[in-house]
């Protein structure tokens, strides 16, 4: 298999010759999380729609670490860049297109999590290893029903899966 060469020139080779493709990295940590809107005394924080769109979702994060920087992939693709310090993370998305009826919409997010590996030594509660915030922001909007800079809180909590 292509991933077990040891020398570069036989990789090299082996992937020319044979047509094998690297295998895909493996993240540092593993987290099953939830993402779910955040409502404040029945209402939902945001202040981009006045009613509906609760959303809730549940997402495979991958934390690819290097000193302080950190790549967060969710279900394998890459999704946004950050740093860590002790055992909390926050990130920033790349800007994202949203195809809607109204108009394409373009957003990113903002993150901040505390998570916890398998050496533990963190302050999460009990059976949870990862608990945070994520900010929506609208950049561009040609939906005129979305305006923008608006935003939409979301609360995240998760557990580590392998690290």
């Known amino acids: 298999m292509c991933s077990n ?6 990789a090299l080779a082996l992937v020319v010759l044979v ?3 690297a295998d895909p990295a493996v993240p540092d940590l593993i987290y099953e999380v939830t993402v779910e809107s955040t409502v404040d005394d029945g209402a939902l924080a945001t202040d981009c729609v006045t009613e509906g769109a609760v959303y809730s979702g549940t997402f495979s994060y991958g934390v690819f670490t290097d000193a302080e920087r950190i790549e967060l992939t969710v279900d394998d693709e890459v999704f946004a860049l950050g740093s860590r310090s002790g055992c909390s993370l926050s990130y920033t ?8 009826p109204g108009g394409e919409v373009r957003w990113l997010l903002r993150g901040e999590a505390d998570y916890e590996g398998t050496a533990g030594g963190c302050s999460l509660p009990d ?3 990862w608990q945070g915030t994520e900010t929506i ?3 561009d909007s ?3 029903s979305i305006a923008i800079g608006c935003t939409y809180q979301l609360t995240t909590s998760g557990s580590l899966v392998s690290g």
Not at 93 to 99: F, G, H, N, V
Request: glycine share 8%; proline share 4%.
């Open 93 to 100: 998305s790349a800007i994202w297109l949203d195809e809607r």
């Open 142 to 144: 040609e939906d005129e």
């Open 19 to 21: 047509g094998c493709a």
């Open 127 to 129: 059976g949870v290893d």
């Open 5 to 10: 060469a040891r020398h570069p020139l036989v």
């Open 137 to 139: 922001e609208v950049v």
